[in-house]
């Protein structure tokens, strides 16, 4: 039963396509992430939402947004599409607010932008 | 803005020897740090969290240690395997629901 799971596991796009990556978590959790992993490895925070709510909007381009219809979920959705947009996403969950506490994360969604 | 640094990008030992990776980070000390694993294809795995006022923490194999008069955290793995191979990062909280990650170190245990 995966805690946190997140789909597509790969995409691959052209330039320019508009996108989404879906993520579930079902441990009951408060606080839900989207992560950026890029080439050189660096895991970078990109959103995080409580109860539905945007908590955190790192400087991120406008054409990625968030969706959480429920604390249970949380999707990306990306506009317009550019190569360096490539990279791998992960979506994580934590228990609570106001204290981020241990994350547990998804598998990843490996995005390349051709 | 809060910056990390790991020791190196990658560590290479021998089985049955102590690893040790170091984490540093600049501006204010966080009210906790976290130790991740990560393996390729996967994502990351929790494995310690230490707060400021502890100064060690131990899990089986592992121990942490953190000194916020340095700046440093320590993670050793002792009685190092094969099978400990991976990427390990270290995390601190720059804000409410916000956890800022380093770069990592690979490690790699030589049978």
């Known amino acids: 039963d995966t805690a946190v799971s997140q789909t597509p596991k790969y995409l691959v796009t052209q330039m320019g396509n508009d996108k989404s990556i879906k993520c579930e978590q079902n441990?009951?959790?408060?606080?839900m992430y989207w992560y950026k992993q890029d080439s050189k490895k660096f895991l970078k925070i990109m959103f995080s939402?409580?109860?539905?709510?945007?908590?955190i909007n790192e400087t991120v381009p406008n054409r990625f947004s968030p969706k959480s219809p429920d604390k249970a979920h949380l999707n990306l959705h990306i506009n317009s599409l550019e190569l360096g947009d490539s990279a791998v996403y992960f979506c994580?969950?934590?228990?609570?607010?106001?204290?981020?506490?241990?994350?547990?994360f998804g598998e990843g969604s490996r995005l390349t932008v051709l | 803005s809060q910056k990390i640094e790991q020791n190196s990008e990658a560590l290479n030992i021998q089985e049955g020897k102590t690893a040790t990776l170091t984490c540093n980070y600049t501006n204010y000390s966080p009210a906790y740090l976290q130790w991740y694993r990560q393996d390729p294809g996967r994502g990351p795995v929790f494995l310690l969290l230490i707060r400021e006022n502890e100064k060690e923490k131990r899990k089986e194999r592992l121990k942490v240690t953190f000194d916020t008069t340095l700046k440093q955290s320590l993670f050793h793995i002792t009685a190092s395997q094969p099978a400990d191979s991976a990427t390990y990062l270290c995390?601190?909280?720059?804000?409410?629901?916000?956890?800022?990650f380093g770069t990592g170190t690979r490690l790699t245990v030589i049978p």
């Open positions: 441990l009951g959790h408060d606080t």
């Open positions: 939402y409580n109860n539905k709510e945007l908590i």
């Open positions: 995390a601190l909280e720059t804000g409410a629901n916000n956890l800022f």
């Open positions: 994580a969950s934590s228990a609570g607010s106001g204290n981020t506490g241990e994350l547990f």
